[in-house]
């Protein structure tokens, strides 16, 4: 206090001693405030260093030791209320042609497109192959699978109905096979000539195992053409699943010359759209 001196006796005040603890004054309040405060404040310490222990990980913590942090993932946009998401866009994307401009197709799915662009593996060989009966064939065992050899003999039988006999007298080639039998029409015929009546090794659809070549009464091959069988099968082929390759007037489309005889079997449904559409065989392949 201002003014006081060293050693005083202090002042007495209604008998009370000034700086005694007593119970009227108004300083154990303001204690007993400012503890509740401190206690306060210490609490909301605690529970905000707890939450940053036992929260959702988005504290500066991190991940526990030894353990990768978890990438937050972005939320995608919702669909609207009622509605799935739209699924991503298939996709269409075909083989890629090799360097010379080749593209390899799937061995054993029957309905690969086979031309001068498109060509089966060299290995690729039918694993059902089963042989055609001998009163059907002509120039020795001919081959095919068995669901084209099913539609086969229908097709015969509806012919010889009709009054035509029909006989097969090349079905399956290997990739080997056909080698030699495009080598032979080289060498007979030149390269230009092959290459419009023979398929280069891995192009013909006779290395399927679905496709054959017919005649009748001794006239196959070019002997075959402008025949009443020729054009019974044009007509009707496509009626027991199999097409006509290579149409007449079509030679700019498919790269071959006319072949009434050769047929190939893709399946009733494929051939009937192929048949309705006037579609070469081909072009049909070449939209799926």
């Known amino acids: 206090m201002a003014g006081s001196k060293s050693g005083a006796r202090p002042t007495r005040r209604n008998g009370r001693t000034v700086g005694r603890a007593g119970n009227s004054g108004p300083w154990p309040k303001v204690f007993l405030a400012a503890l509740v405060s401190l206690t306060a404040s210490i609490v909301v310490l605690v529970l905000v260093a707890a939450d940053s222990f036992t ?21 995608t946009p919702s669909a609207t209320p009622g509605e799935l998401p739209s699924p991503p866009p298939a996709s269409t994307e075909r083989p890629t042609p090799g360097p010379d401009g080749i593209v390899v197709v799937a061995c054993g799915d029957i309905l690969v497109p086979l031309d001068k662009q498109h060509r089966l593996p060299a290995d690729c060989e039918p694993p059902d192959l089963v042989r055609l009966p001998d009163d059907i064939s002509h120039g020795g065992a001919q081959y095919l699978r068995p669901e084209a050899l099913d539609a086969l003999l229908s097709l015969l039988d509806a012919a010889r109905r009709d009054g035509y006999e029909l006989l097969v007298n090349s079905s399956y080639r290997s990739y080997a096979v056909q080698e030699q039998t495009y080598a032979t029409w080289v060498s007979l015929y030149g390269q230009e000539y092959a290459d419009r009546t023979s398929a280069r090794p891995g192009h013909s659809e006779h290395q399927l195992g679905t496709t054959v070549d017919v005649g009748a009464r001794g006239r196959f091959l070019e002997d075959f053409v402008g025949t009443p069988e020729a054009d019974w099968l044009a007509e009707n082929a496509w009626k027991y699943g199999f097409i006509v390759s290579y149409p007449e ?11 009434p005889w050769h047929i190939r079997y893709v399946g009733p449904d494929v051939a009937a759209d192929v048949h309705h559409s006037g579609l070469t065989l081909r072009e049909y392949l070449l939209k799926r």
Not at 56 to 74: F, I, K, L, Q, R
Not at 249 to 259: F, Q
């Open 55 to 75: 929260g959702d990980g988005s504290g500066s913590g991190g991940a526990p030791a030894g353990e990768p942090d978890t990438p937050v993932s972005v939320a």
């Open 249 to 259: 007037g079509k030679e700019r489309i498919t790269g071959y010359a006319y072949e």
